[in-house]
């Protein structure tokens, strides 16, 4: 019996999962692994992910009982480069986050103030920076029409960056239509002027977007350790503002924030500020606004109808005949990408959301990174229960697969017209990459396990109609009868 973290986080998994009064098969289910690896997880043999941990958490209403437990562990302490979304230094700390949003009648004005601190060994050089919009939230074909007609651009945004009095030089990192990502650096023309560890600096970073590029809604995701988060939302008083917001986590669905927004009135401007203290890690809180007068009242323009083809490639999904399906994905160097690779699964996140809204996934769904458009070894899925936390898989292989199979429908983003019968392993185990670089291995059964194989297959240039028997065609999707529905095993 192991004595330490590891035989702390055992314990205290077989306490809560008993107390829930569930068995070690019906918890695997759930979580959409193998029963066999609850028991290596209880016995101390594995000590899962770190992903893993907090479902199991969230799962077994622990309470954050297990995810301390799981932190205890001596080789398993969460490192920095996990949690950051690109910060370019392990030990960053966001002591203060501060959004402001002002919109004067066209354009919307943002300004964004952090206060870090550099709580690990290695100077920081950089901080990485997003900017995402999205005019149609609740339209994705809409939107992604939009953005190819107009792309968001540099010389529209007028993006300015400081620390301090110091003005930073910045670089970009991607451009695209209606997404664009900055290093900002430590640094401008005159002088260099890293974090080093035990430093604090504030860094200030603001641009604009026009009214018709921008939607009724400003969101905030905690990438970072953060000790203190709050958003500021101001409108001319003459636009009757109402606002309201959401919080959601990667394990659960949005609820309402626990606080609502405080209005005030300044002179010709409503002012609405919400502040949260040490938001969770990965949480996402989300204001939206509905104004009485202004760009953002109902728009009465009828939408085309669309294929179910063309809503996925709306949506940012790359389509059937793009050579990035035909080839395999290359590998991350971890733990020294540990920032690409969680920059591609953020940009794996966001498809997602916008996919869940055109269908609906009655078996669960997957994607990968070459589906966006990213040559790269990264792969999320999601399982059908609610609120289950999606699966990261990097650089993930089969590395076990049973001889007994079954043959059910799959569809695929790619090609999402047509379901196609496809033979499948019953039991597969996957070697996959942590962050730090540690190898696992996960062993996934019946539906989980056909899901997760059809992502592996994406990582290798396959696509489905490669495993259908010879001789057996694709239908069209209006034939297919089980959409929203489950696959069945005996």
């Not at 930073?168 to 664009?180: F, L, N, P």
């Not at 939206?288 to 063309?310: C, F, H, I, Y």
């Not at 292989?397 to 033979?423: M, N, T």
């Amino acid at each position: 019996m192991e004595s330490g973290g590891r035989g702390r986080f055992a314990a205290e998994l077989t306490r809560w999962r008993t107390v829930r009064g569930l068995s070690k098969r019906a918890l695997a289910a759930r979580l959409s692994i193998d029963a066999s690896y609850v028991s290596h997880l209880e016995a101390g043999r594995e000590r899962g992910s770190s992903a893993l941990a907090r479902s199991v958490d969230a799962e077994l209403d622990a309470g954050g009982a297990l995810w301390r437990a799981w932190q205890s562990t001596g080789d398993s302490l969460v490192s920095a480069s996990e949690l950051s979304e690109s910060s370019g230094g392990a030990g960053l700390v966001v002591l203060e986050d501060e959004a402001a949003l002002a919109f004067d009648g066209s354009r919307y004005h943002l300004r964004m103030r952090r206060l870090l601190r550099n709580d690990g060994t290695e100077p920081i050089t950089r901080y990485l920076v997003r900017i995402a919009v999205d005019r149609y939230p609740d339209d994705p074909e809409r939107s992604n029409a939009l953005y190819r007609r107009t792309p968001l651009t540099w010389e529209e945004l007028a993006f300015e960056a400081r620390c301090g009095d110091e003005p930073m030089d910045w670089t970009v990192k991607h451009d695209r239509d209606a997404v664009k990502e900055v290093w900002i650096q430590f640094c401008n023309p005159t002088r260099r002027f890293p974090l080093y560890p035990g430093q604090s600096a504030e860094i200030t970073y603001s641009y604009r977007v026009g009214a018709d590029k921008w939607g009724r809604w400003f969101q905030r995701a905690v990438r970072l350790p953060t000790q203190r988060l709050s958003v500021q939302l101001v409108f001319p008083v003459g636009t009757g503002p109402t606002v309201w917001g959401t919080e959601t986590s990667l394990s659960a669905d949005s609820v309402p924030l626990r606080t609502p927004p405080r209005r005030t009135e300044q002179d010709d401007r409503t002012v609405f500020t919400w502040t949260t203290l040490d938001p969770p890690l990965h949480a996402r809180f989300r204001l939206e606004w509905r104004l009485e007068t202004g760009p953002d009242m109902k728009e009465n323009v009828p939408v085309s109808t669309l294929s179910a083809s063309q809503s996925m490639a709306n949506a940012g999904v790359v389509q059937d005949g793009d050579p990035v399906l035909a080839r395999p994905a290359r590998p991350f160097d971890l733990p020294g990408e540990a920032d690409e690779a969680q920059r591609v699964v953020g940009e794996l996140l966001d498809v997602i959301e916008r996919v869940r809204r055109l269908h609906t996934f009655g078996k669960g769904m997957g994607i990968a990174a070459p589906q966006i458009g990213i040559d790269r070894r990264a792969a999320l899925v999601l399982p059908p229960d609610a609120g289950a936390e999606p699966l990261v898989l990097l650089n993930a292989r089969i590395e076990e697969s049973s001889a007994e199979l079954d043959e059910q429908f799959e569809g695929c983003l790619s090609f999402f017209d047509v379901r196609g019968r496809v033979p499948r392993p019953l039991s597969i185990v996957v070697a996959h990459t942590e962050l730090d670089g540690t190898t696992r291995l996960s062993r996934f059964s019946l539906g989980a396990a056909r899901l997760v194989a059809h992502e592996v297959d994406h990582l290798d240039g396959v696509l489905y109609r490669e495993r259908m028997r010879p001789g057996v065609l694709p239908i069209p999707v209006e034939e297919y009868r089980g959409t929203g529905t489950r696959w069945k095993y005996s």
